[in-house]
């Protein structure tokens, strides 16, 4: 592993922690008293705190704990939860710690990486500065070294990185223009010396792509505050702003960062798609349907596999590949069929919803006479973001005797759902697919999450409470890899353990590829 992979992970952890750190500090009702008496309080029907929001201050509590930040509760009732500071959790909130600006910076931040702004725009570099302060007032505290001053410091080189390889035409000429504080910055943490960029800022830019999926989602964390203290809030996941994009992510960064970052996972796949339609040719699929298209660069990326590589190439005019693009995103199919517009193969795109399959297949059949059961379906990163189907909370809690409990917390439009409910709820799912993959299977790439007492071990290895703080207060459902195939099997469905592929290791199982049916 290279040397700064690890400070990248810390960073990815960061850019969530750096928002919690100054919501926290600023909102004294919770710690005031916590941090005398080795308490962390979350009380949502007296006193103070009644305004706050159940469901995602217990996704705060996950993350908090994931950090060893606060431990187990050690006192549940119908009032709220009480949870013991660790010595960690003391160090971070006592009275000399400084955790303002961030909020801002990231306001500054998005429009920087939106192209409205420049490095040197003066309210970026203003809110730049004030958060800058906290970095500075933390290493003064715990040394540049600490972990939460990794964090403090990938917050604020998250967007600066992005900036410089994803919105910036010139590229990275503007880093070595910085003036002041930010030129201090990218000096005191090691990327520039001397005039020129050292080995840790060439690798830094050149993962820039890496902080594109957690950075996304600067626009779920700008509302941390208002979702945590709002009793009625119902999240902002479903909401859409006035040019009609999503108002939780940025979902062009989303997909840069997550395309950039998926090349591993997707070589592999690579196996799998070969495999099937090197078969003969009367048992091979009509094509390929891809749900969650994105831009369609893996949709396209598989047209060409199978036209280069495979058996099925040779017999195109007689056996022609169909491909369809499905998204929930009228702007991702805009960019599925921009990205085949030089290709004689084009897709069929559609609008779908991952949540409403016998819609899709109704909506397919429909307009195209084709059935999406004739199909190989495939999907990356895209179960864990269904829509939660709120009649799983009426039904029987013990409708399936689950062996695994995920340890993970989950909202849903600004409601609690409990563990088992987010399962039944996996199971289900499943199970309105399963009609329509049972025939060539789906081959599918997830990401899940691992047991919260593994993280903090795990720090600096994965990046697992940034996915944490991202996917949970943004209604998202991501689980454990055991739970995860307990669930595929009570709906019904096999797996082939031929292509089953885990990542990174046997021991933290954060995403898995598999071929289900």
Not at 248 to 260: A, C, E, T, Y
Not at 290 to 312: P, Q, V, W
Request: charged share 20%; proline share 2%; net charge neutral.
């Amino acid at each position: 592993m290279n040397k700064y992979l690890k400070d990248i992970f810390i960073h990815l952890d960061g850019i969530a922690m750096a928002p919690i750190y100054e919501f926290l500090s600023n909102n004294n009702n919770i710690l005031s008293k916590g941090i005398r008496n080795g308490v962390f309080r979350l009380e949502y029907r007296d006193g103070k705190n009644h305004n706050l929001n159940r469901a995602y201050c217990s996704v705060l509590s996950k993350i908090l704990q994931a950090q060893n930040i606060i431990a187990q509760p050690s006192l549940t009732d119908n009032y709220g939860k009480y949870y013991r500071l660790t010595d960690c959790g003391k160090d971070i909130f006592n009275n000399n710690s400084n955790y303002s600006g961030f909020k801002d910076y990231y306001i500054s931040s998005i429009s920087l990486i939106e192209g409205k702004a420049t490095l040197n725009n003066s309210n970026f570099v203003k809110n730049f500065k004030t958060a800058y302060l906290a970095y500075l007032n933390s290493i003064d505290k715990n040394g540049i070294e600490s972990l939460i001053s990794k964090h403090l410091e990938g917050s604020l080189i998250g967007p600066i990185l992005i900036y410089c390889e994803y919105t910036d035409s010139n590229k990275n000429n503007e880093i070595y223009s910085l003036e002041n504080d930010l030129q201090d910055f990218i000096i005191k943490n090691g990327m520039i010396e001397n005039g020129g960029l050292t080995e840790k800022g060439k690798y830094l830019l050149s993962k820039s792509y890496a902080y594109g999926v957690t950075d996304s989602y600067m626009k779920t964390f700008i509302h941390l505050e208002t979702l945590c203290t709002d009793s009625q809030s119902n999240g902002i996941s479903n909401k859409i702003d006035k040019n009609k994009n999503e108002y939780h992510v940025d979902r062009s960064l989303n997909v840069w960062g997550s395309g950039n970052s998926h090349t591993t996972y997707f070589k592999h796949i690579d196996k799998y798609v070969i495999d099937i339609f090197n078969k003969p040719l009367e048992k091979q699929p009509k094509g390929i349907a891809d749900m969650g298209c994105g831009d369609g660069a893996f949709l396209y990326h598989l047209n060409e596999l199978i036209k280069s590589k495979t058996l099925r190439g040779k017999y195109l005019d007689s056996h022609p590949l169909l491909l369809i693009g499905a998204d929930f995103n009228q702007a991702a199919l805009d960019s599925t069929q921009a990205m085949f517009s030089n290709n004689n193969n084009k897709p069929i795109t559609v609008l779908a919803d991952i949540s409403k399959p016998d819609i899709y297949a109704k909506e397919i059949f429909s307009n195209h006479s084709l059935n999406i059961s004739d199909f190989l379906n495939v999907r990356s990163f895209l179960d864990h973001n269904r829509r939660f189907d709120s009649a799983v909370k009426s039904s029987d809690s013990n409708k399936y005797a689950f062996k695994n409990i995920t340890t993970n917390c989950f909202s849903w439009k600004g409601d609690l759902i409990k563990a088992q409910d987010t399962q039944i709820d996996l199971v289900e799912h499943f199970k309105k697919w399963k009609k329509y993959i049972s025939k060539y299977g789906l081959l599918v790439l997830e990401l899940h999450s691992i047991d919260i007492d593994d993280i903090y071990p795990n720090i600096g290895k994965i990046p697992m409470t940034a996915y944490l703080a991202t996917h949970g207060f943004s209604d998202q459902f991501i689980v454990e890899y055991e739970v995860y195939k307990e669930c595929l099997l009570l709906a019904g469905l096999n797996i082939d353990a031929r292509y089953e592929k885990i990542f990174p290791n046997q021991e933290t199982k954060m995403i898995s590829i598999n071929l289900i049916s």
